[in-house]
């Protein structure tokens, strides 16, 4: 490690999936969805450095992204030094915001050139649009401490400021105080902003990575300046296994003075190295059922899906035994949302369920729900809701009235249709009520 150099810090990079209006995330991240797999603070220039990292999951379009060199402060849940909650700034570092554009396939590997210099801090390397804040620059170095650095991954509900969910961890450094602890703080006393403390819900060789020998105080190989996932570490598999690859040190390399080829198009991400992942064809986000007016079952369902081909709709009479009695053709991959109807009117009660056919043959079943004839009339899609509401079956001429769990009225809605939507867009998260046609049904927010 160098030690004379000016950026004498420990970096954190923080990668953080919000809902698209900053608010709401267009996709809620599990544990290594997203990993760092190269990282060059020598360069490729004396103002710019670069990182590069692989997605391990499918992202949605609309998913926004942070990377924050802030240090973080495990015992106050806050950053340590970004100027917020009685917390000194520093100026040299701050947050990237990344909003796809587009749904990313699992496997996709992007680099991200990051450059501050004395002039306006800019990035590259990111499809969509992008935001760099907190960070002002004035300084002839890049903005990578080559001291050692730390990497996060998360989402938050306030436009990164408080992470909210932790997706991947790290690290870099080596100092003998904490490297018992994988270089990791072990408390918040003192943290100066040279190492950080690893978040409570990550694991290091599970969800995070040190390169720190531990209870030494001699940096060994890859603990370097630049450092990158090597050829020959698993690349084809399922998330588990690459993720356990990637948290893997010996399966790094490094170099103290020369920058490493990280691009999409280097040797370490292509052809035999390429990253190909065994992803489930789909993610059984919400499934429910609902009766219209004509006491007909609709069966709604949210999924995010990789190469399915159909959806076949069952029905049973006692849960155990079921029938198909319809088929969805698959929209695409991604995050889409479909609805059934029986024609059928629904007798006593009946049990739903969705079989997932995918393009080689394999399926799966979503959880079962079931409908009895004193559902209610009026139907609500989807629900859990982001943003808009659908609302199904109501009587035309009555009054629906829309409260939160206090009694608050929030809207009071006129039924012109017997289907319409509701903008719950500005709503916080949480349950609220929608009563009238003499029922009561609940929505939540999320």
Not at 26 to 43: C, E, F, K, R
């Amino acid at each position: 490690m160098k030690l004379t150099t000016l950026k004498a810090k420990h970096m954190l990079f923080a990668l953080v999936f919000v809902f698209a209006n900053n608010i709401c995330a267009a996709q809620t991240l599990s544990a290594g969805d997203i990993a760092i797999i190269g990282v060059n603070t020598d360069g490729p220039n004396a103002s710019t450095d670069e990182f590069s990292i692989v997605t391990l999951a499918p992202i949605s379009s609309g998913t926004t992204i942070y990377f924050s060199d802030y240090y973080w402060d495990n015992t106050n849940m806050r950053w340590g030094n970004d100027g917020l909650n009685g917390t000194t700034s520093n100026l040299t570092e701050g947050i990237i915001k990344w909003t796809t554009g587009t749904a990313i396939a699992a496997g996709t590997v992007f680099r991200i050139s990051w450059t501050m210099g004395t002039g306006i801090p800019t990035v590259s390397g990111l499809p969509g649009t992008v935001t760099l804040f907190g960070q002002s620059g004035g300084t002839t170095a890049g903005p990578l401490g080559t001291n050692g650095d730390n990497i996060f991954i998360y989402q938050s509900s306030n436009d990164g400021i408080t992470p909210s969910n932790w997706v991947f961890g790290w690290c870099n450094g080596l100092s003998t105080t904490v490297s018992a602890n994988n270089a990791w703080q072990s408390n918040n006393s003192p943290i100066s902003g040279v190492y950080s403390m690893l978040p409570s819900s990550l694991t290091n060789g599970v969800s995070a990575i040190s390169f720190a020998q531990v209870g030494s105080g001699t940096a060994f190989n890859p603990s370097f300046d630049n450092n990158v996932y090597n050829v020959g570490a698993i690349r084809t598999g399922t998330k588990a296994q690459i993720l356990a690859g990637i948290c893997t040190p010996s399966n790094w390399i490094g170099d103290e003075t020369n920058a490493y080829d990280i691009s999409t198009t280097s040797s370490f991400f292509t052809g035999v190295n390429a990253f190909s992942l065994a992803v489930l064809p789909v993610k059984w986000l919400n499934v429910n059922c609902n009766m219209n007016a004509q006491k007909q079952a609709i069966i709604n369902f949210k999924v995010n899906e990789n190469n399915v081909a159909q959806y076949v709709i069952e029905k049973s009479n006692d849960g155990r035994s079921f029938t198909a009695i319809g088929t969805l053709s698959s929209v695409g991959n991604g995050e889409n949302t479909y609805r059934f109807t029986d024609v059928q009117t629904v007798s006593e009660i009946n049990y739903y369920r969705v079989k997932q056919m995918d393009v080689d043959g394999r399926f799966s079943f979503s959880p079962i729900v079931k409908i009895a004839v004193n559902a209610s009339v009026v139907s609500v899609f989807p629900n859990p809701v982001s943003s808009t509401a659908t609302i199904s079956g109501a009587t035309v001429g009555a009054t629906l009235q829309l409260v939160d769990v206090s009694g608050k009225l929030l809207q009071n809605i006129k039924v012109t249709n017997p289907t319409f939507t509701v903008d719950m867009s500005s709503y916080s998260k949480g349950l609220y009520l929608l009563q009238g046609n003499n029922q009561v049904i609940k929505i939540v927010k999320d």
